[in-house]
């Protein structure tokens, strides 16, 4: 079992930046695939960007490609995801999703059906 937490969310002017941070603790992190995903109001949840469990491998949504950064520190067991040049259609609930995958995986996985667990999620508003 693993649980999520994010943090790092917030209000911000168009062009502004965030990072949101998401910790995990239970079972050891390195062996999860995670991604971020959001949902803003109205609207169905949307992949934003993942990450395999060595780092080595990611994959973001055209919307934020250029934009946003997905990292992580298995040795803190936290994943982040850098937001630059903010734009209001940013504005969402922004949740983190963890995979179990084999060790030594390069795999990320974008559908949302695949993680197993989900943080609370975190607001992100972006203001014009």
């Known amino acids: 079992q693993v649980q999520l937490v994010e943090s790092g969310g917030g209000l911000v002017q168009v062009g502004g930046s965030l990072r949101l941070s998401c910790a995990a603790s239970g079972r050891t992190f390195s062996s999860y695939c995670t991604g971020w995903f959001r949902q803003a109001p109205g609207k169905e949840r949307e992949f934003v960007a993942t990450?395999?469990?060595?780092?080595?491998?990611?994959y973001y949504n055209d919307s934020v490609k250029g934009r946003f950064t997905i990292s992580r520190d298995n040795a803190e067991s936290t994943v982040y995801l850098q937001m630059n040049s903010l734009k209001p259609e940013d504005t969402a609930v922004y949740y983190c999703?963890?995979?179990?995958?084999?060790?030594?995986?390069?795999?990320?996985?974008?559908?949302?059906?695949?993680?197993?667990?989900w943080g609370q999620g975190t607001q992100v508003t972006v203001s014009s």
């Open positions: 990450i395999s469990w060595s780092g080595g491998n990611t």
């Open positions: 999703a963890a995979k179990s995958v084999l060790p030594y995986s390069r795999r990320y996985y974008v559908g949302s059906e695949y993680y197993d667990y």
